[in-house]
T-cell receptor, first 117, second 110 residues
Framework: NAGVMQNPRHLVRRRGQEARLRCSPM?????VYWYRQLPEEGLKFMVY????????ESGMPKERFSAEFPKEGPSILRIQQVVRGDSAAYFC???????????????FGQGTRLTVV | GNSVTQMEGPVTLSEEAFLTINCTYT??????LFWYVQYPGEGLQLLLK?????DKGSNKGFEATYRKETTSFHLEKGSVQVSDSAVYFC?????????FGPGTRLSVLP
C-alpha cells in the first residue's frame, strides 16, 4: 500500500503564475488535509476535504487559493497569481476516517516545496 | 476551541542525555493525542499515539502518557542519539480536524 503521494516535490513559479499541487491519498483514505509550513515554522492548517466536499476551509486565504478533491483523481491545491510570500512547503495528509474517531491518525506525504521567484 | 501548546525550542542536548518535550492541550471532550517527527527535508511521520486517559504510547525509545488531569502529553526519551535530531510536533484529533502544536526542534550533539 503506497503512502501519500505528493507531486511535484519541488515547484518553481514566477510571480503571477499559477501553482497546482497534487496529492494522492493512501488507498482507502477518503479524507485529505492540506497544511502549509513556512521555513523554520510549524504547520498551519489550510483545508480539510472529503471526496467532492470541502469540510473545513477556515485556514485557506480568502483569495487566490482553492482546493478540490474530486470523486476520481488526486486532491489539488491551486494557487493563482503566486507571490513571493507563497513560498513554503505544502504538506498533504490523509486519513481513513473522519477526524474524531479515536484511532484515526493522519499519514503525511513528503510535501511540495514551492519557490516563487 | 481545540489547541496544542509545546515548549519552545530549539532544544540542544548531548548524546545520551534525557529528553523531555512538554505538550499541553485544550480540547472539548476526549481527543486522541499524537507525537509526529519531521526529519530535514521530509514530511511528518507518526512517532506514537494514545487514545484515552492514562494510555502510554511508545516507539523507538520514546514514550508519552496521556494525562487527562493535567491535559498533558509530554514526550520523553531516556538516552537520545544524534539521529534523533528533528522537529517534533504534538497533535490532537477531535471533531473534524487534526490540530498541531508549533513544533520543537531538537538538536543532539555527539
Amino acid at each position: 500500500n503506497a503512502g501519500v503521494m505528493q507531486n511535484p516535490r519541488h515547484l518553481v513559479r514566477r510571480r503571477g503564475q499559477e501553482a497546482r499541487l497534487r496529492c494522492s491519498p493512501m488507498k482507502g483514505h477518503s479524507h485529505v488535509y492540506w497544511y502549509r509550513q513556512l521555513p523554520e515554522e510549524g504547520l498551519k492548517f489550510m483545508v480539510y476535504l472529503q471526496k467532492e466536499n470541502i469540510i473545513d476551509e477556515s485556514g485557506m486565504p480568502k483569495e487566490r487559493f482553492s482546493a478540490e478533491f474530486p470523486k476520481e483523481g488526486p486532491s489539488i491545491l491551486r494557487i493563482q497569481q503566486v507571490v513571493r510570500g507563497d513560498s513554503a512547503a505544502y504538506f498533504c495528509a490523509s486519513s481513513p476516517l473522519r477526524g474524531g474517531y479515536r484511532n484515526t491518525e493522519a499519514f503525511f506525504g513528503q510535501g511540495t516545496r514551492l519557490t516563487v521567484v | 476551541g481545540n489547541s496544542v501548546t509545546q515548549m519552545e525550542g530549539p532544544v540542544t542536548l548531548s548524546e545520551e542525555a534525557f529528553l523531555t518535550i512538554n505538550c499541553t492541550y485544550t480540547a472539548t471532550g476526549y481527543p486522541s493525542l499524537f507525537w509526529y517527527v519531521q526529519y530535514p527535508g521530509e514530511g511528518l511521520q507518526l512517532l506514537l499515539k494514545a487514545t484515552k486517559a492514562d494510555d502510554k504510547g511508545s516507539n523507538k525509545g520514546f514514550e508519552a502518557t496521556y494525562r487527562k488531569e493535567t491535559t498533558s502529553f509530554h514526550l520523553e526519551k531516556g538516552s537520545v542519539q544524534v539521529s534523533d535530531s528533528a522537529v517534533y510536533f504534538c497533535a490532537l484529533n477531535y471533531g473534524q480536524n487534526f490540530v498541531f502544536g508549533p513544533g520543537t526542534r531538537l538538536s543532539v550533539l555527539p
